[in-house]
């Protein structure tokens, strides 16, 4: 699944638990596995404001799964599913 | 001579407060229609500048992009490029941002520059924005946009003062000048690359508090916790619908009284006969059974306009997404799926808000099974009439409960039939994402508020007036001829061609418990839900004459068992009462078979659930 031997600190995004801060490193959409087409994920994905750099915090999660997850990017918040967060790569 | 209108479009992020801004330059002078061809709503308003300009301005869909993956940012792209159909260009485009929360505007306006437009750049909240210390160099701001840059406080008396200065500088301006359109859908890397040069405007013109908002996350610990947020859904859910039950009451008896006093008023002053008995049986008993549910209606919008304003309607997407996704739907169902309490045709007309086809049919199908205000005109006459106003446990009104226990059957009706289409209809289903901006709160302002709610009450009266009033006069046409003959001792209703249509159809419902009477009703029902009650009251009062039409509910309540009535209420939350409502699910899924199974599926369910209801009653002895 994911590759972590050469850069033991990044993850995905839909991995990470609530508290957890970060700064965007990177978007792969293509392994996040969503419904949406890669160029969609990522185009929309970038006009919520998750770009590379991007400081990133898990503010709230889902009762079922710990599922949707409210992240705050920057100065706003923006509710994502894991599945899609898989696409946000965080160190 | 004077100058030609000038026409305005607004354009902004959701959130961005873009309606309130529109609500405070043109007041109450709305106009709420549609795109032709399409079901967005087209909201049009007009004002007047200090200098004389007479202005349009239309409030476009909400958008993040110029892509339009949604019919409404069509709208908004094809309106803004000049393609939208029967549209005029618009003279000067309005970006408007919330002043805290620059980024994802900016970046957005950088695209729309794109488009050649004339643009203003208006910071709305800009108070909120100070008061946080958010501090905005406005000059440089425009100077590093190339776009005029003016503040506003859309909530506050003069807030746009700025805005409407510049707007008369501006158009004094607007030359013929060849406008070069060089927008063209944005790659992914030009995307990201024009949000890294938002970023760095903002960087250079924008000083940021290192804090985010303290109240927004001092609710959002209690509201968003996995929980207590949940706990605080229902309670907020049960307090609106006994509001909604409880605090009417005093405004709808003054109504009712009113319309009584009007009925005896026409009854005192012509002689009796037809003309008499159209206007106060047909028409003043008729309407004004209808008329007495504004206050109802009104308290529901007001419930739904202030949750929505307040910032909450988002929480409760977010709290719902991963539970109603267990009955396949969508976070995003939700708002529609809380808008079709008010009425299914704006909850089904904001599907458009789902983006996924799958997931937007599902809640289109279910969407009517929400109980709407409609339908609160049936159930409060038959629970007022059957079920006594006492307490249980002390504090809870029962009326109250069985109400919340009709709407709360109805929300869980909806969710098994959605699970049913999920399993059976629908397969290799991949659940589309949910992704949405979660606004800082605010406080809900009462001039939006009231705008919104006086909209609303506009389009009920409206339908009052036209539809319901049209229905009530065939009804009390039906009901009244053929009359009957001289000498005849029998109520003259049984010689009406209303009774043959009703006993021709009571054969079919004497199953689940209905007398001809209610059958009758139920026709002119299917134009609106509510007409139904009028119906009843006129068929009962010509029948029972002018006594009975002051009292449908103590009428209903001799002539009704219980067992019946209960029929009658489960009956309601399942038919597919509501012409209007198939019709715009026709319009909005496009077909006919939609339609079709939308309203064969809900006259199933309602007659089994009728069926049931009935005869379970009347074995426990309520027959």
Wanted: include cysteine.
């Amino acid at each position: 699944m994911t590759d972590t031997t050469d850069t033991r600190s990044h993850m995905p995004l839909g991995l990470a638990q609530r508290g957890y801060t970060g700064v965007i490193q990177h978007l792969a959409a293509k392994e996040a596995g969503s419904a949406l087409s890669e160029v969609e994920l990522e185009s929309r994905l970038i006009e919520l404001g998750f770009v590379e750099g991007a400081r990133v915090e898990i503010l709230h999660e889902g009762l079922v799964g710990r599922d949707p997850i409210a992240v705050r990017v920057d100065n706003i918040t923006i509710a994502v599913r894991r599945r899609e967060a898989m696409a946000i790569i965080v160190a | 001579m004077e100058a030609p209108l000038l026409h305005l479009a607004l354009v902004g992020t959701p959130n961005s407060g873009k309606t309130s801004l529109f609500n405070a330059l043109t007041g109450s002078r709305q106009k709420v229609a549609n795109y032709p061809g399409v079901t967005v709503e087209r909201k049009e308003g007009f004002f007047v500048t200090p200098l004389g300009r007479q202005v349009s301005v239309v409030d476009l869909p909400g958008t993040y992009s110029l892509r339009g993956r949604s019919p409404d940012e069509e709208i908004t792209r094809d309106f803004v490029l000049g393609k939208a159909s029967g549209e005029i260009v618009p003279d000067i485009v309005l970006c408007v941002a919330d002043s805290t929360n620059l980024r994802l505007t900016i970046r957005l306006l950088l695209e729309l520059k794109r488009t050649g437009r004339p643009m203003i750049l208006v910071l709305n909240m800009f108070d909120i924005a100070s008061r946080r210390g958010i501090d905005v160099d406005v000059e440089r701001l425009a100077k590093e946009l190339d776009v005029p840059v003016v503040t506003s406080i859309a909530v506050r008396k003069g807030g746009t003062a700025d805005l409407l200065k510049l707007t008369d500088e501006i158009s004094a301006k607007l030359a013929a000048e060849p406008q070069d359109n060089s927008w063209r859908a944005l790659t992914v890397s030009e995307l990201r690359a024009t949000q890294r040069e938002a970023d760095r405007i903002i960087a250079d013109c924008v000083s940021l508090p290192a804090r985010p908002d303290t109240w927004t996350a001092r609710i959002d610990a209690v509201v968003l916790h996995p929980v207590g947020g949940l706990i605080v859904l229902a309670l907020i859910l049960f307090v609106m619908f006994q509001a909604v039950f409880a605090w009417a009451q005093p405004a709808m008896e003054l109504l009712k009284s009113g319309f009584d006093s009007l009925g005896e008023l026409v009854h005192a002053t012509l002689p009796d006969g037809l003309l008499q008995s159209f206007l106060q049986n047909g028409v003043i008993s008729g309407v004004g059974s209808v008329i007495v549910f504004l206050p109802q209606i009104i308290l529901i919008f007001l419930f739904i306009l202030l949750l929505e304003d307040f910032g909450y309607m988002a929480r409760a997407a977010f709290l719902m997404d991963r539970i109603m996704g267990g009955a396949g739907l969508h976070g995003r169902a939700f708002i529609p799926l809380l808008s079709s309490f008010a009425c299914a045709i704006p909850g089904i007309m904001a599907t458009r808000v789902i983006d996924d086809k799958r997931d937007r049919l599902t809640t289109i199908l279910i969407a009517p099974l929400m109980t709407c205000s409609a339908r609160i005109p049936v159930y409060t006459l038959i629970i007022s009439a059957f079920i006594p106003a006492k307490d249980v446990w002390g504090f809870v009104n029962l009326q109250g409960l069985v109400m919340f226990g009709l709407y709360t059957t109805g929300i869980v009706s909806a969710l098994a039939v959605s699970f049913v289409i999920k399993f059976f209809m629908i397969r290799d289903y991949a659940p589309a994402p949910f992704m949405l901006e979660l606004p800082d709160y605010k406080l809900p302002r009462l001039k939006s508020v009231a705008i919104g709610i006086f909209t609303r009450a506009k389009m009920f009266l409206y339908r009052a007036g036209t539809t319901i009033f049209s229905m009530m006069v065939l009804i009390w046409f039906l009901a009244s001829f053929p009359q009957p003959p001289a000498g005849a001792t029998e109520p003259a209703i049984d010689f009406s061609l209303a009774a043959m249509i009703g006993k021709a159809l009571a054969p079919l419902l004497a199953p689940v418990g209905f007398n001809w009477q209610i059958a009758v009703a139920l026709i002119p029902g299917m134009a609106a839900r509510e007409v139904a009650v009028a119906a009843l009251g006129t068929v009962y009062a010509i029948e029972g004459g002018k006594e009975a039409a002051e009292q449908i509910g103590q009428v209903l309540a001799t002539k009704w068992s219980l067992a019946t009535a209960l029929s009658m209420l489960a009956w309601y939350i399942f038919a597919p009462q509501c012409a209007s409502t198939l019709a715009v699910i026709r319009r909005e899924t496009g077909s006919w078979a939609w339609m079709g199974v939308t309203f064969a599926y809900m006259l199933v369910l309602a007659y089994a659930a009728s069926l049931v209801t009935y005869n379970v009653a009347v074995a426990l002895g309520a027959g």
